[in-house]
C-alpha cells in the first residue's frame, strides 16, 4: 500500500544532486598562494583575566591546531589569511581572521546555556528558550561512569514524571520506563512503554538500551501533547536521543574503562533449623494434636543446636563486572566523523550466571557541495545472556520464566537441617526435591543470544534561490535476531540414612552412610532441549520540507513530513525430550520419536503511513505560537476509522523580555509561561478484531482419527477505532539570580475516551466465545511536576550544585467493564485505577486462653475459615456480620497501594578538581504490605523469614506475630500493612581530574578517576526483612556495585 513513496525518494534524491551539481558549477580562478606566518597569542578567562589553559586554537580549514599552556599561551604556524577558532568546554566559541597579524590575544566568557542551548523535539532541534511543550533533558555526561548494563536503568531518579524500575537484580535482566503513569485496558496487544527515537529513527526499547551513554548526546522526554507530533505512536510519550557526531579538528580518542565488584544489598535472615523445629512443636502443642511421631524430639533439638545448614552461603558469590568504551571523532570542515565501540560483561553470583554485551556504532557528516550535506550512520549490537538452567521445563525464555528467583528461593527455604552435601556427594531430600548446586554442574543452562544491526541516512539540502527553504530525505532499517536455548540435563543425589523417630520429614538427622537399597535418586530435570529463534526488520522513510526564517521581529518556521513505515516478525521454537547422546546439547542427541518433540512457528507485518506538519511563530523572541497535525493510518482498523488526525496548539509567553518586567523584577533571568493543548492516539490492540478470525484445531474424532477443523474466535467489532487522549498542560520555566537558579513547573491533564477493553466481564460465559475490544472506557488523569537545581560557588577553587525533581500525579476512572461482583468499594467507576488494597480487618493477637474463651462466650460458634479461635490466634473484624471470618469479610484495608509522590536529589561538590556527588530518591505516601513469603510461617517442609522467631508461644505471649499456625494469616490483612515511603541513596561518586595545567602540558586533553557506588544504601524502609527494591524477600536480591574507572582522552 506504499509502493509509491520510493519512488517519491529516488525522484527527490536525483533532482538534489541535479540542483547541487548546477550550482557547485560556477568558474573559479586561480588563486595566488597565501604565505604562512608564526601567530601567537595568549587566551584569558574573560571574568577572571587570568590565562587559560588548554584551549584549542586550530585553523578552520584544515587539521592544524594546538592548545594553550598552562599561562594561556599558544604558537601556531597559519596562513596570512586563514581563519582560526578558539574553542574551550563550557565557553563561548570565537571565530577570528588572521588577516596577516601575528599576534592575537582572546578573552573567552564562560557559556551557561552551552549545554542547553537546543533541546531535540519531535522532526528537529528547538532552542530551549523557545520550546512550548512539556520537554524534559537529560545530560549523559552524569550518567556515563554508572555500572549499568542499560541506559534506562541510568537515567532512574533523574527526570520527573518518568518512573524506571528494575525487574531484578539479576544480570541481563529488564528496567521498566513509563511517562506519567499512563493506563490500557486492552486485552491484548497494548503496552504502556513510550516511543524511542533514536536520531530521528522510531526503534524499539531494547535498542534504547544497549546504547552506551559516552555514545549519546542528549536525551529527551516529551510527555503528553509534547508527543502530538507523533500522534499514535505518541501516546505515551518519547524518549529521543542524539547520538554523538564528530566535530572539526584533529582525531581524538577517548577511553572510558571500569571494573567492578557486586554483592547482595541484603540476604534475608532465615530461621535456623532448630527455631524452626521448636516452633513446629508449639504449633502440635497449640492444637493438642496426639500424633507424637510429629514432634520433635530432645535428641534432634540437642542435634539442630549444632547443626544448621544455610545453602545460599554456599552457593552464593560476589560478582564482577568490566566495561570498556573507545571513541574516536574529529575531521575537518567539511568531513565529520565519530567511531565507538563498547563492551560490557557482568557476571553473576549463583553459578555460570552472566551477561555480555558488544557493540559498534560509526556516523559520517560529508558536506558534498555548499548546500548538500549528506549523513550516515550504522550501529551493531550484541548481547548473550546465560542463567543456571530452571527445575521445571520452560516454554521459551522470557523474564518470567527464567526461574533465578525460584533457584534463590529454592536456596533460602529449604530447611536448616537438610545438608547440600555429606563427604562430598550431593544430598537428597524430599524437600526442596533437587539441588540447585548440582543443577549448575550438570551443564544445564538457558541461554538467549541477540544481535541487532542499524543503519540511517539522510540527504539535506538547503535550495540556495529560496532563502531558508531546505530538504531532507531520511531513510532507516534495523534488523534483529533472537536466539534462546534450553538445555536440561538430568543429574543424581544421594540418598541418606536418618537416624530419629521422627516421620514428617524422614527424620533431621542424617548420618554419613548411603541407603543399601537405591542409594541415588535421578532428578529428570527435565530431560529436554528446547529452541526458539526470532527474526524482526523494520525501516522508516522519511521526506521533509523545512523553511526557516526571520523578518524583523517575526521568525517563522514550517515543516511538513511524509512518513512511511513497515515492519516483518517471524519467529520458530522446537522441543525435543530424552537425551539418547549424553553431553551433546544438541537437538540431534535427543530422541526423534516423533511423540517426544512439537514444532510450532509465527509470522507477522504491519505498516503504517503518516502525514504530519508543524508551524512555529515568534514576534520580537517573546510571543510564542506552534501548531503541529498529524494524520495515522493503521491496518489494526477498517478502512473506515483507519486513519486517526492528532492536532496540537502551544503558545508562550517570555514574560521576561518585557522592558517592564526587568524594571520591575530584576532577580529574574529568565521567565517563560506556556500552555499546549494536543491530541495522541493508540492503535497498540491486537489486529483484525475487525475480521472473523479462526483458529485450527484437532477437530472431530472419526473413528479413530481426528479431522483437524476450525474454531471461531471473538466477535468481531466492525467499528473499532483509535483510542484517543487530549493533553493539557500549562508549565512555568526560567533562571535568576545570575543562572544560579533554574527551575521548570509544569502542571497537567489528560482524558483518555474510546479506550479499548474486551467486555468479559459483562458476556455470560453460556454465550460461547469472547467479543473483541470495543472503544468504551474513560480516564481522567492529572498531575503536577517540578524541578529546581542551583549551581553555586564559595571560592574560586570550592564549587557545588543540587537540584530536585518532583512529580505527582492522581487518575479518576469514569467509564469501564467490570464484574457484576465488583460493588461498593470494588466499584471502579470514580476511583482511582490504585483502588487501594482488599484484605481482612485485624482486631489483635488473643494473648491467653482466657482471652479466647471470654471472647468466644461472647460470639459463641466463631470460626476463622473454619478454625474454632484459640490463644496466639490473631483475630478480625466480622465485616458481613454473620459471625464468622471467611473471604466475604475481605473490604478496603488502604487507599492506595503505590506512593503519592517521588522526589528526586542531585547533589555535589567540588574542591578544585576532585568532584563528589550523590544521587538520591524519595517515595512518598501510599501503602504496601508485607510480601507473601514474609506472611508465610514456617512449616514442616520449608523455614521462614527469621521475623517469625518472634511469633507467639506459651513462653511468648507477648510476641510480635501471631501463633504460627493462625488461620488466615497469610493473607493480607492492616496487621501487615505499612507505608510505603521509602528513602536510598541510589548512587555516589568521588572523581579526581588531571590539573588542567598538567593536562595542557602533557597534551592530555582529560584524566580522569573515579569510584562510584550503586545502591548505597536504604534511609527509610518500612519493611526492614529485605531491600524495597526487591518484589519478594527471597527473590533474586537487588545489588549493591563498588566500581573504579579511568577516563581518558587523547
Same mark, same amino acid.
Given at each position: 500500500?506504499?509502493?509509491?513513496?520510493?519512488?517519491?525518494?529516488?525522484?527527490?534524491?536525483?533532482?538534489?544532486?541535479?540542483?547541487?551539481?548546477?550550482?557547485?558549477?560556477?568558474?573559479?580562478?586561480?588563486?595566488?598562494?597565501?604565505?604562512?606566518?608564526?601567530?601567537?597569542? #595568549?587566551?584569558?578567562?574573560?571574568?577572571?583575566?587570568?590565562?587559560?589553559?588548554?584551549?584549542?586554537?586550530?585553523?578552520?580549514?584544515?587539521?592544524?591546531?594546538?592548545?594553550?599552556?598552562?599561562?594561556?599561551?599558544?604558537?601556531?604556524?597559519?596562513?596570512?589569511?586563514?581563519?582560526?577558532?578558539?574553542?574551550?568546554?563550557?565557553?563561548?566559541?570565537?571565530?577570528?581572521?588572521?588577516?596577516?597579524?601575528?599576534?592575537?590575544?582572546?578573552?573567552?566568557?564562560?557559556?551557561?546555556?552551552?549545554?542547553?542551548?537546543?533541546?531535540?523535539?519531535?522532526?528537529?532541534?528547538?532552542?530551549?528558550?523557545?520550546?512550548?511543550?512539556?520537554?524534559?533533558?537529560?545530560?549523559?555526561?552524569?550518567?556515563?561512569? =554508572?555500572?549499568?548494563?542499560?541506559?534506562?536503568?541510568?537515567?532512574?531518579?533523574?527526570?520527573?514524571?518518568?518512573?524506571?524500575?528494575?525487574?531484578?537484580?539479576?544480570? &541481563?535482566?529488564?528496567?521498566?520506563?513509563?511517562?506519567?503513569?499512563?493506563?490500557?485496558?486492552?486485552?491484548?496487544?497494548?503496552?504502556?512503554?513510550?516511543?524511542?527515537?533514536?536520531?530521528?529513527?522510531?526503534?524499539?526499547?531494547?535498542?534504547?538500551?544497549?546504547?552506551?551513554?559516552?555514545?549519546?548526546?542528549?536525551?529527551?522526554?516529551?510527555?503528553?501533547?509534547?508527543?502530538?507530533?507523533?500522534?499514535?505512536?505518541?501516546?505515551?510519550?518519547?524518549?529521543?536521543?542524539?547520538?554523538?557526531?564528530?566535530?572539526?579538528? @584533529?582525531?581524538?580518542?577517548?577511553?572510558?574503562?571500569?571494573?567492578?565488584?557486586?554483592?547482595?544489598?541484603?540476604?534475608?535472615?532465615? =530461621?535456623?533449623?532448630?527455631?524452626?523445629?521448636?516452633?513446629?512443636?508449639?504449633?502440635?502443642?497449640?492444637?493438642?494434636?496426639?500424633?507424637?511421631?510429629?514432634?520433635?524430639?530432645?535428641?534432634?533439638?540437642?542435634?539442630?543446636?549444632?547443626?544448621?545448614?544455610?545453602?545460599?552461603?554456599?552457593?552464593? @558469590?560476589?560478582?564482577?563486572?568490566?566495561?570498556?568504551?573507545?571513541?574516536?571523532?574529529?575531521?575537518?570542515?567539511?568531513?565529520?566523523?565519530?567511531?565507538?565501540?563498547?563492551?560490557?560483561?557482568?557476571?553473576?553470583?549463583?553459578?555460570?550466571?552472566?551477561?555480555?554485551?558488544? &557493540?559498534? %556504532?560509526?556516523?559520517?557528516?560529508?558536506?558534498?557541495?555548499?548546500?548538500?550535506?549528506?549523513?550516515?550512520?550504522?550501529?551493531?549490537?550484541?548481547?548473550?545472556?546465560?542463567?543456571?538452567?530452571?527445575?521445571?521445563?520452560?516454554?521459551?525464555?522470557?523474564?518470567?520464566?527464567?526461574?533465578?528467583?525460584?533457584?534463590?528461593?529454592?536456596?533460602?527455604?529449604?530447611?536448616?537441617?537438610?545438608?547440600?552435601?555429606?563427604?562430598? #556427594?550431593?544430598?537428597?531430600?524430599?524437600?526442596?526435591?533437587?539441588?540447585?548446586?548440582?543443577?549448575?554442574?550438570?551443564?544445564?543452562?538457558?541461554?538467549?543470544?541477540?544481535?541487532?544491526?542499524?543503519?540511517?541516512?539522510? =540527504?539535506?539540502?538547503?535550495?540556495?534561490?529560496?532563502?531558508?527553504?531546505?530538504? %531532507?530525505?531520511?531513510?532507516?532499517?534495523?534488523?534483529?535476531?533472537?536466539?534462546?536455548?534450553?538445555?536440561?540435563?538430568?543429574?543424581?543425589?544421594?540418598?541418606?540414612?536418618?537416624?530419629?523417630?521422627?516421620?514428617?520429614?524422614?527424620?533431621?538427622?542424617?548420618?554419613?552412610?548411603?541407603?543399601?537399597?537405591?542409594?541415588?535418586?535421578?532428578?529428570?530435570?527435565?530431560?529436554?532441549?528446547?529452541?526458539?529463534?526470532?527474526?524482526?526488520?523494520?525501516?522508516?522513510?522519511?521526506?521533509?520540507?523545512?523553511?526557516?526564517?526571520?523578518?524583523?521581529?517575526?521568525?517563522?518556521?514550517?515543516?511538513?513530513?511524509?512518513?512511511?513505515?513497515?515492519?516483518?516478525?517471524?519467529?520458530?521454537?522446537?522441543?525435543?525430550?530424552?537425551?539418547?547422546?549424553?553431553?551433546?546439547?544438541?537437538?540431534?542427541?535427543?530422541?526423534?520419536?516423533?511423540?517426544?518433540?512439537?514444532?510450532?512457528?509465527?509470522?507477522?507485518?504491519?505498516?503504517?503511513?503518516?502525514?504530519?506538519?508543524?508551524?512555529?511563530?515568534?514576534?520580537?523572541?517573546?510571543?510564542?505560537?506552534?501548531?503541529?497535525?498529524?494524520?495515522?493510518?493503521?491496518?489494526?482498523?477498517?478502512?473506515?476509522?483507519?486513519?486517526?488526525?492528532?492536532?496540537?496548539?502551544?503558545?508562550?509567553?517570555?514574560?521576561?523580555?518585557?522592558?517592564?518586567?526587568?524594571?520591575?523584577?530584576?532577580?529574574?533571568?529568565?521567565?517563560?509561561?506556556?500552555?499546549?493543548?494536543?491530541?495522541?492516539?493508540?492503535?497498540?490492540?491486537?489486529?483484525?478484531?475487525?475480521?472473523?478470525?479462526?483458529?485450527?484445531?484437532?477437530?472431530?474424532?472419526?473413528?479413530?482419527?481426528?479431522?483437524?477443523?476450525?474454531?471461531?474466535?471473538?466477535?468481531?467489532?466492525?467499528?473499532?477505532?483509535?483510542?484517543?487522549?487530549?493533553?493539557?498542560?500549562?508549565?512555568?520555566?526560567?533562571?535568576?539570580?545570575?543562572?544560579?537558579?533554574?527551575?521548570?513547573?509544569?502542571?497537567?491533564?489528560?482524558?483518555?475516551?474510546?479506550?479499548?477493553?474486551?467486555?468479559?466481564?459483562?458476556?455470560?460465559?453460556?454465550?460461547?466465545?469472547?467479543?473483541?475490544?470495543?472503544?468504551?472506557?474513560?480516564?481522567?488523569?492529572?498531575?503536577?511536576?517540578?524541578?529546581?537545581?542551583?549551581?553555586?560557588?564559595?571560592?574560586?577553587?570550592?564549587?557545588?550544585?543540587?537540584?530536585?525533581?518532583?512529580?505527582?500525579?492522581?487518575?479518576?476512572?469514569?467509564?469501564?467493564?467490570?464484574?457484576?461482583?465488583?460493588?461498593?468499594?470494588?466499584?471502579?467507576? &470514580?476511583?482511582?485505577?490504585?483502588?487501594?488494597?482488599?484484605?481482612?480487618?485485624?482486631?489483635?493477637?488473643?494473648?491467653?486462653?482466657?482471652?479466647?474463651?471470654?471472647?468466644?462466650?461472647?460470639?459463641?460458634?466463631?470460626?476463622?475459615?473454619?478454625?474454632?479461635?484459640?490463644?496466639?490466634?490473631?483475630?478480625?473484624?466480622?465485616?458481613?456480620?454473620?459471625?464468622?471470618?471467611?473471604?466475604?469479610?475481605?473490604?478496603?484495608?488502604?487507599? %492506595?497501594?503505590?506512593?503519592?509522590?517521588?522526589?528526586?536529589?542531585?547533589?555535589?561538590?567540588?574542591?578544585?578538581?576532585? #568532584?563528589?556527588?550523590?544521587?538520591?530518591?524519595?517515595?512518598?505516601?501510599?501503602?504496601?504490605?508485607?510480601?507473601?513469603?514474609?506472611?508465610?510461617?514456617?512449616?514442616?517442609?520449608?523455614?521462614?523469614?527469621?521475623?517469625? @522467631?518472634?511469633?507467639?508461644?506459651?513462653?511468648?505471649? *507477648?510476641?510480635?506475630?501471631?501463633?504460627? *499456625?493462625?488461620?488466615?494469616?497469610?493473607?493480607?490483612?492492616?496487621?501487615?500493612?505499612?507505608?510505603?515511603?521509602?528513602?536510598?541513596?541510589?548512587?555516589?561518586?568521588?572523581?579526581?581530574?588531571?590539573?588542567?595545567?598538567?593536562?595542557? #602540558?602533557?597534551?592530555?586533553?582529560?584524566?580522569?578517576?573515579?569510584?562510584?557506588?550503586?545502591?548505597?544504601?536504604?534511609?527509610?524502609?518500612?519493611?526492614?526483612?529485605?531491600?524495597?527494591?526487591?518484589?519478594?524477600?527471597?527473590?533474586?536480591?537487588?545489588?549493591?556495585?563498588?566500581?573504579?574507572?579511568?577516563?581518558?582522552?587523547?
Amino acid at each position: 500500500m506504499f509502493k509509491n513513496l520510493p519512488c517519491i525518494l529516488i525522484r527527490i534524491t536525483g533532482l538534489l544532486f541535479l540542483c547541487s551539481t548546477a550550482f557547485a558549477q560556477q568558474p573559479t580562478t586561480p588563486a595566488t598562494p597565501a604565505k604562512e606566518i608564526i601567530l601567537k597569542g #595568549k587566551i584569558y578567562d574573560a571574568d577572571e583575566r587570568s590565562g587559560l589553559p588548554g584551549v584549542t586554537v586550530r585553523v578552520k580549514v584544515g587539521n592544524k591546531g594546538t592548545t594553550t599552556a598552562p599561562d594561556g599561551s599558544y604558537t601556531l604556524k597559519v596562513h596570512e589569511n586563514s581563519t582560526i577558532i578558539i574553542s574551550l568546554i563550557g565557553y563561548v566559541p570565537q571565530e577570528i581572521a588572521v588577516n596577516k597579524q601575528e599576534s592575537i590575544d582572546a578573552f573567552l566568557g564562560k557559556d551557561v546555556k552551552s549545554l542547553n542551548e537546543t533541546v531535540i523535539i519531535g522532526y528537529g532541534t528547538q532552542k530551549r528558550a523557545n520550546v512550548l511543550g512539556s520537554v524534559a533533558v537529560v545530560n549523559t555526561a552524569e550518567v556515563e561512569d =554508572l555500572p549499568v548494563a542499560n541506559l534506562a536503568t541510568a537515567l532512574q531518579n533523574r527526570v520527573p514524571g518518568v518512573s524506571i524500575s528494575q525487574s531484578s537484580g539479576r544480570p &541481563g535482566s529488564t528496567t521498566s520506563l513509563t511517562i506519567r503513569n499512563p493506563v490500557t485496558w486492552a486485552a491484548t496487544g497494548a503496552s504502556t512503554d513510550p516511543l524511542y527515537v533514536i536520531d530521528g529513527f522510531q526503534m524499539t526499547k531494547a535498542d534504547f538500551d544497549n546504547l552506551d551513554a559516552t555514545m549519546v548526546e542528549s536525551i529527551s522526554f516529551l510527555k503528553d501533547a509534547a508527543a502530538s507530533i507523533y500522534g499514535a505512536r505518541g501516546a505515551n510519550g518519547v524518549v529521543l536521543v542524539k547520538t554523538r557526531m564528530g566535530k572539526p579538528g @584533529k582525531p581524538r580518542i577517548s577511553y572510558a574503562g571500569s571494573y567492578g565488584l557486586s554483592n547482595a544489598t541484603y540476604i534475608p535472615e532465615m =530461621l535456623s533449623g532448630f527455631d524452626q523445629a521448636t516452633m513446629l512443636n508449639n504449633k502440635y502443642t497449640s492444637l493438642k494434636d496426639a500424633n507424637t511421631a510429629k514432634y520433635y524430639t530432645d535428641d534432634e533439638l540437642t542435634y539442630l543446636r549444632s547443626h544448621n545448614y544455610n545453602w545460599i552461603d554456599d552457593v552464593w @558469590k560476589k560478582s564482577h563486572l568490566t566495561r570498556h568504551t573507545i571513541n574516536v571523532s574529529g575531521g575537518s570542515e567539511r568531513v565529520t566523523f565519530f567511531t565507538g565501540a563498547n563492551y560490557y560483561k557482568e557476571d553473576g553470583n549463583v553459578g555460570d550466571l552472566y551477561s555480555n554485551k558488544f &557493540g559498534v %556504532r560509526l556516523g559520517i557528516n560529508a558536506k558534498i557541495v555548499d548546500n548538500l550535506t549528506a549523513t550516515a550512520s550504522f550501529a551493531t549490537d550484541n548481547s548473550i545472556v546465560n542463567r543456571p538452567t530452571p527445575k521445571t521445563v520452560q516454554s521459551g525464555l522470557t523474564e518470567q520464566s527464567d526461574q533465578m528467583n525460584a533457584t534463590v528461593s529454592a536456596l533460602l527455604l529449604t530447611p536448616g537441617w537438610v545438608p547440600m552435601y555429606i563427604d562430598g #556427594k550431593p544430598v537428597y531430600s524430599s524437600v526442596p526435591g533437587w539441588s540447585p548446586s548440582e543443577l549448575v554442574k550438570s551443564g544445564s543452562y538457558a541461554k538467549t543470544k541477540s544481535q541487532g544491526q542499524t543503519i540511517n541516512a539522510a =540527504l539535506d539540502y538547503k535550495l540556495p534561490a529560496i532563502k531558508g527553504l531546505s530538504f %531532507r530525505v531520511q531513510y532507516g532499517r534495523n534488523s534483529r535476531t533472537d536466539f534462546g536455548k534450553e538445555y536440561y540435563v538430568p543429574y543424581y543425589l544421594y540418598n541418606f540414612i536418618r537416624e530419629g523417630v521422627h516421620v514428617t520429614t524422614q527424620n533431621v538427622i542424617f548420618t554419613n552412610q548411603t541407603t543399601t537399597t537405591n542409594p541415588t535418586t535421578f532428578i529428570k530435570n527435565g530431560n529436554v532441549m528446547l529452541e526458539n529463534y526470532g527474526g524482526s526488520s523494520n525501516y522508516q522513510l522519511d521526506e521533509m520540507i523545512t523553511y526557516a526564517r526571520t523578518f524583523g521581529k517575526h521568525d517563522i518556521n514550517l515543516l511538513l513530513v511524509a512518513e512511511q513505515a513497515e515492519s516483518q516478525s517471524d519467529a520458530f521454537n522446537t522441543r525435543r525430550e530424552t537425551v539418547v547422546i549424553p553431553g551433546i546439547d544438541e537437538l540431534f542427541a535427543f530422541s526423534q520419536d516423533k511423540s517426544l518433540y512439537d514444532n510450532g512457528g509465527s509470522a507477522g507485518e504491519t505498516g503504517r503511513v503518516s502525514y504530519l506538519g508543524r508551524l512555529n511563530y515568534g514576534f520580537s523572541e517573546k510571543y510564542l505560537l506552534e501548531a503541529t497535525f498529524r494524520t495515522d493510518a493503521s491496518p489494526n482498523f477498517p478502512k473506515d476509522s483507519r486513519w486517526g488526525y492528532f492536532p496540537s496548539v502551544a503558545i508562550g509567553w517570555r514574560i521576561s523580555q518585557e522592558k517592564w518586567f526587568h524594571r520591575s523584577v530584576k532577580f529574574i533571568d529568565d521567565l517563560k509561561i506556556r500552555f499546549q493543548v494536543g491530541l495522541t492516539g493508540n492503535d497498540a490492540v491486537k489486529n483484525y478484531q475487525y475480521k472473523e478470525r479462526y483458529t485450527q484445531t484437532t477437530g472431530m474424532l472419526f473413528g479413530s482419527t481426528y479431522t483437524s477443523g476450525l474454531s471461531n474466535n471473538d466477535v468481531p467489532n466492525e467499528h473499532i477505532t483509535w483510542e484517543k487522549a487530549l493533553y493539557k498542560n500549562l508549565g512555568f520555566d526560567g533562571t535568576f539570580f545570575n543562572s544560579k537558579f533554574n527551575f521548570a513547573i509544569d502542571m497537567w491533564h489528560r482524558y483518555n475516551y474510546d479506550m479499548l477493553q474486551q467486555p468479559t466481564s459483562t458476556v455470560p460465559t453460556t454465550f460461547g466465545t469472547a467479543i473483541a475490544d470495543q472503544n468504551y472506557g474513560r480516564l481522567k488523569s492529572w498531575g503536577v511536576e517540578a524541578s529546581i537545581g542551583y549551581n553555586g560557588t564559595i571560592h574560586k577553587d570550592f564549587k557545588y550544585f543540587a537540584s530536585m525533581n518532583f512529580g505527582w500525579s492522581d487518575n479518576k476512572v469514569i467509564r469501564k467493564y467490570y464484574g457484576a461482583g465488583d460493588t461498593a468499594w470494588k466499584n471502579p467507576i &470514580g476511583r482511582r485505577t490504585d483502588n487501594g488494597m482488599e484484605g481482612y480487618k485485624s482486631t489483635g493477637i488473643v494473648r491467653t486462653t482466657k482471652d479466647a474463651e471470654n471472647f468466644l462466650a461472647a460470639h459463641p460458634g466463631w470460626t476463622i475459615d473454619g478454625n474454632p479461635l484459640i490463644a496466639g490466634y490473631m483475630n478480625y473484624e466480622d465485616i458481613n456480620g454473620d459471625g464468622k471470618i471467611d473471604a466475604n469479610d475481605k473490604t478496603r484495608i488502604a487507599p %492506595r497501594s503505590s506512593s503519592i509522590f517521588g522526589v528526586g536529589f542531585n547533589l555535589g561538590a567540588g574542591w578544585r578538581d576532585l #568532584k563528589l556527588s550523590f544521587n538520591i530518591s524519595l517515595q512518598v505516601g501510599g501503602y504496601e504490605a508485607y510480601d507473601k513469603t514474609a506472611r508465610t510461617p514456617p512449616t514442616e517442609n520449608a523455614r521462614a523469614l527469621g521475623i517469625w @522467631k518472634d511469633s507467639w508461644s506459651p513462653t511468648n505471649t *507477648n510476641a510480635k506475630y501471631p501463633l504460627m *499456625n493462625s488461620p488466615l494469616i497469610s493473607e493480607v490483612s492492616d496487621f501487615w500493612i505499612r507505608s510505603a515511603t521509602a528513602m536510598r541513596v541510589n548512587n555516589a561518586q568521588l572523581s579526581y581530574s588531571l590539573p588542567k595545567e598538567l593536562s595542557a #602540558k602533557w597534551k592530555i586533553p582529560e584524566l580522569r578517576m573515579f569510584v562510584t557506588g550503586t545502591n548505597l544504601w536504604v534511609l527509610i524502609n518500612h519493611q526492614p526483612y529485605k531491600d524495597p527494591a526487591t518484589n519478594l524477600a527471597i527473590d533474586y536480591p537487588a545489588l549493591r556495585t563498588y566500581t573504579f574507572g579511568l577516563n581518558l582522552s587523547l
